[in-house]
């Protein structure tokens, strides 16, 4: 239970160290609300043009009688659009870091500073565009994997009594899971540890993990808390990433600022 609790503080921790630099919070908002506007004209778009693409994808039922015609093609006009919407809470966050990496980048080397005894950040030394593509690539074979989860998890939520009650339970955890990684996957990329690496680290403390990412999971679940959250995430993340991988942090810095702006609003 304690790797429950500690991966929970880290993801406060986080929102704390955001709260106390305001620019660097305000510069981590914008990806997200990019994605998010981005997010909502694709899914309005499908909500106009849905029936169109489903009356295009079964012309074999032009021939229906009614009412079967406009309940079947309704049915696969709301699958679909639950699908897509099932889609955007997956992939948002790998979007928002995807289109945001140099910002975080920013942000996790600042926490990595603030909190490093000697004051420096780890680097992975290579270019922009390099750092880009490795990201995107990661982002991409972690997608795919969420994606064999949800569709397994889909399945089983058909199940009587078990899909309505443990499935729902384990969709959580899991997409947790898969957002820890996204987020630790900032700091630890600077550290150049690969994504099979990455992965095996975050299994051997899954507590730490759940602790982390499943309460993230149910906030993102309301894409406007996933905007105001995700600066606050990823500072988190660089702080867990730490504990991961051994480094010392000081504990003292936190504590200073603490100290200072309880000072100051007295």
């Not at 079967?68 to 870091?97: D, E, H, I, K, Q």
């Not at 975050?202 to 959250?229: E, I, M, N």
């Not at 993340?237 to 810095?253: I, K, V, Y």
């Amino acid at each position: 239970m304690s790797d429950l609790a500690t991966g929970f503080r880290y993801l406060l921790k986080g929102q704390r160290w955001v709260a106390r630099h305001g620019k660097q919070y305000g510069f981590g908002l914008l990806p997200g609300l990019l994605t998010l506007v981005l997010y909502f004209a694709a899914l309005g778009a499908l909500a106009l043009y849905g029936t169109d693409l489903t009356t295009w994808a079964t012309p074999f039922a032009d021939d229906w009688s009614s009412p079967w015609l406009g309940l079947f093609r309704g049915f696969l006009t709301a699958l679909l659009f639950a699908l897509a919407l099932l889609l955007s809470v997956l992939t948002f966050t790998a979007m928002t870091l995807l289109i945001g990496q140099p910002f975080y980048e920013n942000l996790s080397e600042k926490v990595d500073r603030d909190v490093s005894p000697d004051g420096t950040a780890p680097e992975s030394g290579l270019p922009l565009h390099r750092e880009l593509w490795i990201a995107a690539r990661d982002s991409l074979r972690i997608v795919v994997r969420a994606l064999c989860w949800a569709v397994l998890l889909f399945a089983l939520g058909l199940v009587p009594v078990a899909g309505q009650t443990i499935v729902p339970v384990i969709g959580f955890l899991v997409t947790g899971f898969f957002l820890t990684e996204e987020l630790t996957g900032v700091a630890l990329q600077r550290r150049r540890v690969e994504l099979r690496d990455r992965l095996a680290l975050l299994r051997s403390r899954k507590r730490l993990v759940w602790g982390f990412g499943t309460p993230l999971a149910l906030a993102f679940v309301v894409p406007f808390v996933a905007v105001f959250l995700m600066p606050g995430a990823v500072a988190g993340a660089t702080l867990m990433a730490r504990d991961l991988l051994d480094e010392e942090t000081d504990e003292s810095s936190e504590e200073t600022e603490d100290q200072e702006t309880s000072a100051s609003a007295s």
